[in-house]
């Protein structure tokens, strides 16, 4: 069983900056791909961005050249540092882990607005 605990949303201005990071309790994490998604209200939840064990990353159009996704295999640990955020960007933002299952965080609200 793994658990994820994501951390680091709240209110920012539009253009500003924030850095998501979710917690993994399973000392086998290194082994896992790792995605972050996002659902915002009325829409379906979406891929934004995902890190292979290896490293490999790849992005959802919308975010790519303003988000970077990064994991920390030594502390269980995946972040998603967001740049240039506009409002669009505003959901709540889940962390996945993934190896043949799947299991979901519990989300952060991330909210841009001026």
């Known amino acids: 069983q793994v658990q994820l605990v994501e951390s680091g949303g709240g209110l920012v201005q539009p253009g500003g900056s924030l850095r998501l990071s979710c917690a993994a309790s399973?000392?086998?994490?290194?082994?896992?791909?790792m995605r972050w998604f996002r659902q915002a209200r009325g829409k379906q939840r979406e891929l934004v961005a995902s890190?292979?064990?290896?490293?490999?990353?790849n992005y959802a159009d919308s975010v790519k050249g303003r988000f970077t996704i990064s994991r920390d295999n030594a502390n269980n640990t995946v972040y998603l540092q967001m740049n240039s955020l506009k409002p669009e960007d505003t959901a709540v933002y889940y962390c996945?882990?993934?190896?043949?299952?799947?299991?979901w965080g519990q989300g952060t609200q991330v909210t841009v607005s001026s």
């Open positions: 996945n882990a993934a190896r043949g299952v799947s299991y």
């Open positions: 890190i292979s064990s290896s490293g490999t990353t």
């Open positions: 399973a000392s086998i994490f290194s082994f896992y791909a």
